[in-house]
């Protein structure tokens, strides 16, 4: 088992930063990749980035890529998505989520919220006009 918290978000004016973290608990952390999903009301769950186990490689969603960075401590346990340039249409509740991957630097395109093993319950990002 693995639980995952988020934490970081909150309100922020357009044009801002914030980075989210996501602390695991629970089996070896470096046993998973790690996702970051986020919902915005109304709206459809949406895949936004990936990072392999190792933290060598990472993926992005169209939507986020330039302005979006994950990045993880597997020492801390800890995965973060660094965020700039916030949007108005970036305000959603951010997910991380944990999947098993047979490779340790491979990044695994799966952008499918019921691929992964265990998820977040999520942090509010609030982005102000």
């Known amino acids: 088992q693995v639980q995952l918290v988020e934490s970081g978000g909150g309100l922020v004016q357009a044009g801002g930063s914030l980075r989210l973290s996501c602390a695991a608990s629970?089996?070896?952390?470096?046993?998973?990749?790690i996702n970051w999903f986020r919902q915005a009301p109304g709206q459809e769950r949406e895949f936004l980035a990936a990072?392999?186990?190792?933290?060598?490689?990472?993926y992005y969603a169209d939507s986020v890529k330039g302005r979006f960075t994950i990045s993880r401590e597997n020492a801390k346990n800890t995965a973060y998505l660094q965020m700039n340039s916030l949007k108005p249409e970036d305000m959603a509740v951010y997910y991380c989520?944990?999947?098993?991957?047979?490779?340790?630097?491979?990044?695994?395109?799966?952008?499918?919220?019921?691929?992964?093993?265990?998820w977040g319950k999520g942090t509010l990002v609030t982005v102000s006009s």
């Open positions: 989520a944990a999947v098993t991957t047979p490779s340790y630097n491979t990044v695994y395109h799966y952008t499918d919220w019921d691929t992964m093993d265990y």
């Open positions: 990072i392999s186990r190792s933290g060598g490689s990472t």
């Open positions: 629970g089996r070896s952390f470096s046993m998973y990749q």
